[in-house]
Every structure is written in C-alpha cells, then in structure tokens.
C-alpha cells in the first residue's frame, strides 16, 4: 500500500503508489474544499434570475450566491419539495404545484426574467399523486413521444426558451460545487474495491444510456442494486441489504440468503447518464449520502469528475475519513491510465 505524505507549502495531498497513476491521486486540498471560488462574470448588479426550485439545499445553495452576486432572485417554488427558508433570500416566491406550467411562465413574465436556473430535486413518485397540470402542461405531456427523464426536462428547457426563458447551467454560479477529479480521503480503493469500480463504472454508464438512473452498488463483482425511482440513498440501501459484510467465502450464502463479501465492501458509483444535459438534474451527493453508506457499510463512492456536485464537502470528507470510506472521483480515462496497489 502506498504512503500518505503532505506538502505543507502548496497543501497538495500525494498518496504515492510508486507509479505514474500517482498522479490521479495527486489532490490540491484547496480545490477539494473551497465553496468560495466563483467567476467574475455576471457582476451586472441589474441582473434578474428565475429559480425554479425543488427540494434539497442545492436551490438555497445558489438562491443565496445568487444574492450575494447581485442578483434579484425570483423563485418558482415547488409546493411539499423546496424549503420555505428559501423566501429568505428571493425578492419574490411563486408556490407552485408540479404543472402549473402557464403559471410559472406568467411569474417570471411578470418580474421580467429572461434566464432561468432548475435545481433540487422533485420526487419522481410525485408525478403519480401531486400533479396539477394546467393547459398549458396537458399540452406538453400530449406532445411529448418520450416519457424518459431526460428527455422531458430537456423538452421542459426549449418550451421555456421559447418562451423567451434560457435555462442556465445550475452551476453557473456554483463552480465550486462541481466534483475535482481524484481521491479526496486519506484511504485509497484497494485492488479488489478497484475491480469493483470498474465494473460499476460500465454498469452504471448503460443503465444511463437506458435513462433509468444513475447510481450502482455492487460488491464483489456482482450488481446487487440500481437505482430506480427510490433515488440513490434507498438503492444503497436495498443494495447493502442483499450483503452480508463478513470475512468468509464470497458469493451467495443459500443458508442466510444474503450475499457474502470477503473483500473490499460495497462499492457505490454515480455517474452522469452519457446524454445528461449538464444544465440540470446533475448527480449529487453530500452529508447525507456518506451517513447512508456509514450506516450500510459500504467502503467506497465513486463519483464522475467534473459531471456530478458534492455538497459540504469538506464535512463529507472529515466523515467518511472518520469512517474508512474512500470517496474519488474520476474520468473514463482513468480506468485505461490507473493501476491500484
């Protein structure tokens, strides 16, 4: 196993392997920990932005930055999915409920808003039970010839750029909170949790090209779990249900029912499905998601570089250190380039 060693003149974490792969683990912690770094464009203190919000604290996230930047933040809020903390920090809330789409037009028409953010999350059961489509939305849903997710936000994007609404990337003023490529905790994937991983990796890749989701647990070389409508913390836990985490023979044990993992542990991969429109529904991770792992035992989290947002950071990396967990984030070069220990 390779040493940790730290400069402290330039804070750059090294986890030397004696290799050239070093170098992917090769981690500016500024980069990791940093929630302050934003561009110096959009300073025009005139600006309006529409915020289409759901739940989670990613809408609070940018509403907040969005403020601080200067912005007038008008706020299409999801009723039962956004936080109402978040009238602290808009000039304007409109409550609405999922398609009431001639509304939402009509708000940000009203306070003159041109560009537009969707961020959080929205349940997908919701749909089935909380749905109020007004004309307008009975309109879209008919025209539509796909029901995949993708496909409907990007469709819900160019309806409202028709509108005279651009949709920007959520992170446009959340840089920051994008995932920098490499590992960011003390421990590193052993050998056998790498296998693991790029397994995952292909696994989950497909599932995304088929847009059913985009998180993958597996253990051993075996898929025990993918993400469905029950979103990422419900399929690591349907997932670490099947193992049984315990030194022994791996595979399934018939007198338990449950799968054995002798190496490694159970290894969570999210990743970006290959046709994400990375304006919206990126995936996220953050506090919650390490805590969910902690509880399920599951040793590694492996995220896409630079295609997926870690919330809190640096309090994510403090407990999963704290906890043995490895989390990285790579690329799919890196599994043509990397070797572990």
């Not at 500016?28 to 989670?56: C, F, M, Q, W």
Request: hydrophobic fraction near 40%; aromatic fraction near 8%; charge should be neutral.
């Amino acid at each position: 196993m390779g040493s940790d060693s730290t400069n402290a003149s330039d804070k750059t974490v090294v986890i030397d392997n004696g290799d050239a792969s070093s170098e992917f683990f090769n981690v500016n912690s500024h980069d990791i920990y940093d929630s302050t770094v934003v561009t110096p464009e959009h300073e025009n203190k005139r600006k309006r932005v529409g915020l289409i919000a759901g739940g989670g604290q990613f809408p609070l996230l940018f509403a907040e930055r969005a403020v601080k930047k200067g912005y007038k933040v008008f706020v299409a809020a999801y009723v039962s999915e956004a936080e109402s903390e978040i009238e602290k920090h808009a000039s304007e809330v409109e409550w609405l409920h999922l398609g009431q789409v001639g509304r939402l037009i009509r708000f940000f028409r009203k306070h003159y808003v041109s560009e537009a953010v969707m961020v959080g999350s929205v349940q997908k059961t919701r749909i089935f039970k909380d749905i109020k489509p007004d004309f307008k939305a009975i309109k879209f849903i008919i025209s539509r010839k796909n029901s995949h997710d993708d496909f409907i936000l990007r469709s819900f994007a160019d309806l409202l750029e028709n509108e005279g609404i651009k949709i920007r990337p959520s992170t446009f003023l959340l840089p920051d909170l994008l995932s920098p490529r490499g590992c960011w905790t003390r421990r590193k994937p052993a050998s056998s949790e790498y296998r693991d991983i790029e397994t995952g990796w292909h696994v989950a890749r497909e599932i995304g090209r088929l847009d059913v989701g985009q998180c993958v647990v597996i253990a051993n070389g075996t898929v025990l779990a993918v993400e469905a409508a029950d979103g990422t913390d419900a399929t690591i836990e349907r997932g670490a249900s099947l193992a049984n985490i315990r030194e022994g023979a791996s595979g399934w044990d018939k007198k338990s029912g449950f799968f054995s993992v002798s190496e490694g542990g159970v290894i969570v991969v999210k990743l970006a499905k290959p046709q994400q429109d990375l304006r919206f529904d990126m995936p996220a991770s953050g506090i919650k998601t390490i805590e969910t792992m902690i509880r399920c035992k599951a040793s590694v989290l492996v995220l896409e570089a630079e295609k997926s947002i870690s919330f809190d950071r640096k309090e994510m990396i403090e407990m999963a250190d704290n906890n043995g967990i490895s989390i990285v984030a790579m690329q799919d070069s890196d599994f043509t380039s990397i070797k572990s220990d």
